[in-house]
């Protein structure tokens, strides 16, 4: 197991340090043209007149590039946390999607060079799980899915990924590759310890085995088919958290749009609409930028909200104002807010969030962290 788990451990490393290098090559160089003509320009004794039109559309493009690099790189790191929790006994009600959408962020750089992605991640309801042990299944799925396809031709060959809820409610994930497949003679033992067919430099074999422990523990399956030179199909199912099973998977959507509902007070325009846009399509979303405004929402709403996203620092009326008055007038919703910040920076913020048991999002906010709340709402 120990074996196993440092041979996973080396290529993700191996994968993740290859897609960070890729963004911060032009991150680097893009924004150090930026640095070289603004020395220039800094230099001359008339840098209005050397700045031309050109120079500013080229550090523009320089600039632009370099910004999607680091939010390349920052949802890299953050996938990152998914696969390194510590405690794995712990269990709570994960979002399927997001947990996939970051597995197939760290196997990525193993897809790409051997076949094109194909995605149809529909609403699943949430399930018990450990996010770090259920992320590690997805990975070694995915991993397994694209080191069966040769390198090279990526254009003729896909790795699949889907989601879905059955008709008993339960969450359906499957992993399919055009790739090689497996023997006959060898399908009816690839969940065995111990039994590979990739060699002995490839692990030892408990990657598989270890997966179906985990999936058999949460209640569900994992089952393979495999057409030798066509390709495998892997397919997961979970059960939904409790008060989400037996509801199909247009019943879930209903469901979710129909019960869901939030409210978001940010005092910055772009976030609180990229909250907004995030969440559309899947729950009803309501936008203030300013606390008193969603403070009389709050308390006013014929159908209250199922969560409310606050930033904690605002101008005239912080978050912890708004929970002050609402614990005084309407003690019940006061669990329903969660708090958002872009860092703690005065004493009393930070003796606030310890004194209240409601969580706290860091910014830049997590799309999956978001789902995982409202899942529990």
């Avoid at 605002?314 to 019940?332: H, I, K």
Wanted: hydrophobic fraction near 45%; glycine fraction near 10%.
């Amino acid at each position: 197991m120990r074996a196993d788990r440092m041979t996973a451990l080396g290529t993700l490393a191996a994968g993740v340090a290859h897609e960070i290098n890729n963004p911060l090559t032009y991150l680097l160089l893009d924004l150090e043209r930026v640095l070289r003509r603004f020395r220039t320009l800094a230099a001359s004794q008339d840098p209005g007149g050397d700045l031309t039109r050109e120079d500013l559309e080229a550090c523009l493009r320089s600039l632009t590039r370099a910004v999607e690099g680091a939010d390349r790189v920052r949802q890299i790191v953050r996938s990152l946390v998914i696969f390194s929790q510590g405690n794995v006994e712990h269990r709570g009600l994960v979002d399927v999607r997001g947990i996939v959408e970051s597995a197939v962020q760290m196997a990525w750089h193993e897809i790409r060079h051997r076949a094109r992605l194909d995605k149809n991640l529909r609403e699943v309801p949430p399930v018990e799980a450990n996010e770090a042990q259920l992320g590690g299944v997805f990975l070694a799925l995915l991993v397994n899915a694209a080191q069966a396809i040769p390198e090279g031709h990526a254009d003729e060959n896909a790795v699949g990924v889907a989601t879905r809820a059955d008709d008993l409610g339960n969450v359906i994930v499957e992993i399919t590759d055009t790739g090689t497949g497996i023997a006959p003679e060898a399908l009816p033992r690839i969940f065995d310890p111990f039994f590979t067919t990739k060699g002995a430099l490839a692990g030892v074999g408990l990657g598989l085995s270890i997966a179906h422990g985990i999936v058999r523990d949460l209640g569900g399956t994992l089952r393979a088919r495999s057409d030798r030179g066509k390709g495998s199909t892997f397919t997961l199912s979970l059960p939904a958290a409790r008060p989400y099973r037996r509801v199909s998977s247009g019943a879930w959507r209903a469901l979710t749009a129909e019960r869901k509902r939030v409210l978001v007070i940010d005092d910055e325009p772009l976030v609180r609409e990229a909250i907004a846009e995030a969440l559309s399509g899947e729950i009803e979303v309501t936008h203030v930028g300013d606390a008193r405004r969603g403070l009389e929402l709050l308390l006013g709403a014929p159908t209250p909200f199922d969560l409310v996203l606050c930033d904690l620092m605002m101008p005239v009326m912080t978050g912890m104002d708004l929970y002050v008055e609402v614990v005084r007038t309407a003690p019940n919703l006061a669990g329903r807010i969660v708090f958002m910040t872009g860092g703690v920076f005065t004493g009393r913020a930070k003796s606030f969030l310890e004194s209240v048991g409601n969580s706290c999002l860091e910014k830049p906010l997590q799309i999956g962290k978001l789902r995982s709340l409202l899942a529990r709402s």
